[in-house]
T-cell receptor
Framework: DVKVTQSSRYLVKRTGEKVFLECVQD?????MFWYRQDPGLGLRLIYF???????EKGDIPEGYSVSREKKERFSLILESASTNQTSMYLC????????????FGQGTRLTVV | GENVEQHPSTLSVQEGDSAVIKCTYS??????FPWYKQELGKRPQLIID?????GEKKDQRIAVTLNKTAKHFSLHITETQPEDSAVYFC????????????FGTGTRLLVSP
């Protein structure tokens, strides 16, 4: 079974803090994604990466950055957390030729106070 | 960019009834359409997918149909059971130099015994 593991299930951070969300996959997948899930808005793509040190903006990249130094690890960074970034964050990975067959992590519920 | 609309947002059925969830997409270049199921508190998981060269695909009680001309696709669940209760997301895969998924806003399906 593919395993995609996010470092935290729940996080509470203060406004203005720098926040790191970590994701690790164990199936040697080339693609990795960060999504944000909000009620009524579905899953919105923040950033994705198709190779080490490569990254592409998704639909809502503002206020976020990413890092992929190793193939198995993809980090999402909130440079200065704001209350409107309170959300569920989902990491996913997939093979390069099957981007739609994504395997998701368990999610991180981030609350910014 | 690609836009995926999903309806209805909520759907309540009696056990044993059929359920249909519909999605439309805007980019005619989309060529892959997966469906994900997310049970309460769990990660989204792929349940069925269809490629643009296929009109229908079945897997036991679930089926997906695709109408490329109209740019819509649907998920059909027959003989619904309480364990089918979940949020279902459709998605379309588009090529923007890199294949990425755009998700619908989700349908909350409630199956009552």
């Amino acid at each position: 079974d593919v395993k995609v593991t996010q470092s935290s299930r729940y996080l509470v951070k203060r406004t203005g803090e720098k926040v790191f969300l970590e994701c690790v996959q164990d199936m040697d997948h080339e693609n990795m994604f960060w999504y944000r899930q909000d009620p009524g808005l579905g899953l919105r793509l923040i950033y994705f990466s198709y190779d080490v040190k490569m990254k592409e903006k998704g639909d809502i990249p503002e206020g976020y950055s990413v890092s992929r130094e190793k193939k198995e690890r993809f980090s999402l960074i909130l440079e200065s957390a704001s209350t409107n970034q309170t959300s569920m964050y989902l990491c996913a990975s997939s093979l390069v030729f099957y981007p739609g067959k994504a395997f998701f992590g368990q999610g991180t519920r981030l609350t910014v106070v | 960019g690609e836009n995926v609309e999903q309806h209805p947002s909520t759907l309540s059925v009696q056990e044993g009834d059929s359920a249909v969830i519909k999605c439309t997409y805007s980019d005619s270049a989309s060529n892959y359409f997966p469906w994900y199921k997310q049970e309460l508190g769990k990660r989204p998981q792929l349940i069925i997918d269809i490629r643009s060269n296929v009109g229908e695909k079945k897997d036991q009680r679930i089926a997906v149909t695709l109408n490329k001309t109209a740019k819509h696709f649907s998920l059909h669940i027959t003989e619904t059971q309480p364990e089918d209760s979940a949020v279902y997301f459709c998605a379309a895969s588009i090529n923007t130099g890199f294949q990425k998924l755009v998700f619908g806003t989700g349908t909350r399906l409630l199956v009552s015994p």
